[in-house]
């Protein structure tokens, strides 16, 4: 008779065998859920555009302050007059003791002011973000006591903003707007 059938393991060893010991089947492997995936690639997805937004800002960053290591130099260049010659000279006006009233601003270009003081409460307007890279006005409140609910605006380029300012809403925040103005 022939051999049809092929050879068969024999009956102690059910399974090929493995670095675990005789007998024993592999270990299953462990998947990760989708969820751990999706949170994993958009982490890495919002990382990417923060340091990214965060090179683009220090490369647009412009530094309008005047550095105390560098000298600002006025030259002025005229021809004497006659006139200013002959001119009698006027004598020291003496600087007044009081302190002149700040003037009145018309408009608030960007940053932090306290209503009542720095900024008049009332109804005022912006003609939306500045022009840029990054065109996004935002105008927030930070309230002084409880009852007062924060006040959030935002715009892009050419989207008016109009906001109402009370003495109860604290502090105004303005930032990457056109100068706010008094509505009239």
Known sequence: MSNQYPPQQPYGQPHQTYPGGPGYPPPPKKKMSGGAIVAIVIGCVLGGLFLLLLIIGFAVSDDSSPSEDKASVLEVTASPSKSAAEAPAKPAEKAPEKEAEPKKTTEYPSGDY??????????????????????????????????????????????????????????????????LKPRS
């Open 114 to 179: 306290v209503v009542g003081e720095d900024i008049p409460a009332g109804t005022y307007t912006s003609a939306g973000a500045e022009k840029g890279i990054f065109e996004l006005c935002t105008i927030t409140t930070e309230p002084t006591g409880d009852t007062t609910m924060p006040k959030i605006k935002t715009s892009n380029a050419d989207e008016r903003i109009i906001i109402t300012l009370e003495k109860a809403d604290g502090v105004v925040s303005i930032s990457g707007c056109e100068p």
